[in-house]
């Protein structure tokens, strides 16, 4: 059923690792293929990951009883406008909107609503001990907040989509990021979450491009070359940021004990090595 499944890691990992080794352990790769659904198992956080490319009559969620007991963030990456049929109530979302959808969904098909555009679907659940209404989350009224410098090359607008200020969830948490003209970094200086995990997943780069996807523990920081549609594994004990070579996309879905978007613990870059 699983695509890959990612085991839980350890920071001593990081230590003597192989450049495939790392990508073994935390790259996200091979999520969209015409016409399937494709779904990667995540143990930080027990985080299912995946991407949904609806061709002709569309695709279905493979087993529902995965969603029995989770609930399952949507985002339609495009280029296409897509519709959702959940449990028979449809869905159309345009590109870079969402859909919450609460735990218990006992069928789901995905469809393109233009076959010579087709819609791409980025998928994330975690565990989920409450049921929570459904909701349809578009990007253009979704909480935004601007920061960084263009002089730091990091201006950026994160888009809350799931989460405490936009829709009641259980544990997920999910937004979208954008980086302005002139900038390349994301989370500058880098972070952790010390009481959730996170999943990176970038688009918008051209074929030619990739980000520099920074992790580790502070003073032994490692880096892996991610391309278009990929995604980096970010566990709680890992530091996370990237620079690319053109600015880009790039959502960000987290699980874990609490849906506080503040806390998160700031590393000096002063202290990186």
């Not at 897509?82 to 028979?88: E, P, S």
């Amino acid at each position: 059923m699983f695509h890959k499944v990612f085991d839980t890691t350890h920071p001593k990992l990081i230590e003597g690792a192989s450049t495939e080794d790392l990508r073994d352990a935390f790259l996200i790769t091979g999520l969209f293929a015409p016409g399937e659904v494709r779904l990667d198992y995540v143990h930080h956080e027990r985080m299912i990951v995946g991407g949904a490319s609806p061709m002709g009559d569309g695709v279905v969620w493979p087993d529902a009883r995965l969603l029995e007991r989770r609930e399952l963030g949507v985002v339609n990456l495009g280029p296409g406008v897509g519709r959702v049929d959940a449990g028979g109530d449809p869905h159309e979302l345009g590109p870079c909107d969402a859909l919450y959808l609460g735990r218990g969904v006992r069928s789901l098909r995905f469809l393109s609503t233009d076959p010579a555009h087709p819609a791409r679907f980025f998928l994330s659940s975690t565990p989920a001990h409450a049921a929570h209404p459904d909701r349809f989350l578009p990007f253009a009224t979704a909480p935004a907040r601007e920061t960084g410098e263009v002089a730091c090359a990091n201006r950026r607008t994160i888009r809350q989509l799931i989460g405490p200020e936009t829709c009641a969830s259980a544990q997920l948490l999910l937004g979208l990021t954008l980086l302005e003209p002139g900038s390349v970094w994301n989370t500058v200086p880098p972070h952790r979450h010390a009481r959730r995990s996170e999943v990176y997943f970038y688009f918008d780069l051209g074929k030619e491009d990739c980000v520099f996807h920074h992790m580790g523990v502070p003073n032994s920081l490692r880096a892996l070359v991610v391309r278009d549609l990929e995604g980096v594994v970010c566990p709680y004990w890992s530091v996370h940021m990237g620079a690319g070579t053109r600015p880009y996309g790039f959502i960000w879905a987290m699980g874990g004990e609490n849906q506080d978007y503040g806390d998160m613990q700031g590393v000096g870059l002063d202290t990186l090595r």
